[in-house]
């Protein structure tokens, strides 16, 4: 039998994951995901481990649905109010997307700016203000926070047992950042699922997940590894067209609630 064996979300693009033994899903994707993003202070681009593996060793937490709470080694906690809706509007840049949210304000921004060593600031996306799903891929009017392009992320289990198998040593899922992990099927089997079902609610596997250098930081430490593991091996049999893929991009149909343990029904 399939079932839900991890859930995920992360606060603030590119920091640490937050296990979850269940969530909500909004129109967003899980409640709280990626709604925040730390981005230049000059050019408004958006910032990741990409170029800063330090964000691995940075924490955020929502406090209710008011606050986000952000911690980091060296650093005093900083709560940051949700911005008002008088906040100062910034300009940022995310891949092809350029958008106007609202700016966290100066000490949230000089706290980050500590932290990673360069001018940067911290904003956040209402609903109202998030991306277009690609719509090569998804409807008109489906709609993603901060995540790279879509709402939710699915990476089997059986997937991530066989990699580590290939590379020699066990790998972290998180590694991946998905936000749900399914355990119970057969090594990339998700690759071929169309529709499923999680409790009550039915998603929608829309495209495989390139992945990038970042597979090869280590989640605890923000180490790279010498040996370029795990992309290295994807390279040699999950690449297509110049892009190597681990994983399914998901569309939920609708909100509600998933929590750990649910049986996962493969409908097409």
Not at 182 to 210: H, N, T
Request: proline residues 6%.
């Amino acid at each position: 039998m399939l079932r839900l064996s991890g859930l995920y979300r992360y606060p603030l693009k590119s920091a640490i994951a937050e296990p979850l033994a269940h969530a909500q899903l909004d129109a967003l994707g899980l409640s709280g995901d990626r709604r925040w993003m730390v981005v230049d202070a000059a050019s408004g681009r958006f910032l990741t481990q990409r170029l800063l593996p330090q964000m691995t060793q940075l924490t955020a937490r929502w406090q209710g649905d008011e606050q986000l709470l952000l911690g980091a080694p060296g650093m005093s906690d900083l709560k940051v109010a949700l911005p008002g809706v008088q906040a100062e509007l910034r300009g940022v840049t995310i891949w092809r997307d350029s958008l106007q949210v609202p700016d966290a304000g100066d000490e949230a921004a000089r706290w980050l700016s500590q932290f990673l060593g360069r001018p940067c600031r911290l904003v956040q996306v209402p609903e109202a203000r998030a991306r277009q799903v690609d719509t090569a891929y998804a409807e008109v009017g489906d709609k993603v926070a901060f995540a790279d392009g879509y709402p939710l992320l699915l990476i089997g289990q059986g997937s991530l047992d066989d990699l580590s198998a290939r590379v020699g040593r066990p790998l972290e899922m998180l590694r991946f950042r998905p936000n749900l992990v399914v355990e119970g099927a057969e090594p990339y089997a998700e690759d071929s699922w169309k529709r499923i079902r999680i409790g009550d609610l039915e998603f929608c596997l829309v495209k495989g997940c390139s992945r990038c250098i970042m597979t090869t930081l280590d989640p605890h430490s923000g180490e790279r590894n010498a040996d370029r593991e795990p992309l290295a091996t994807l390279q040699g049999y999950r690449q297509r067209e110049g892009e190597v893929y681990f994983g399914q991009n998901l569309i939920a149909g609708g909100a509600g609630e998933l929590l750990l343990g649910m049986p996962v029904e493969v409908i097409e």
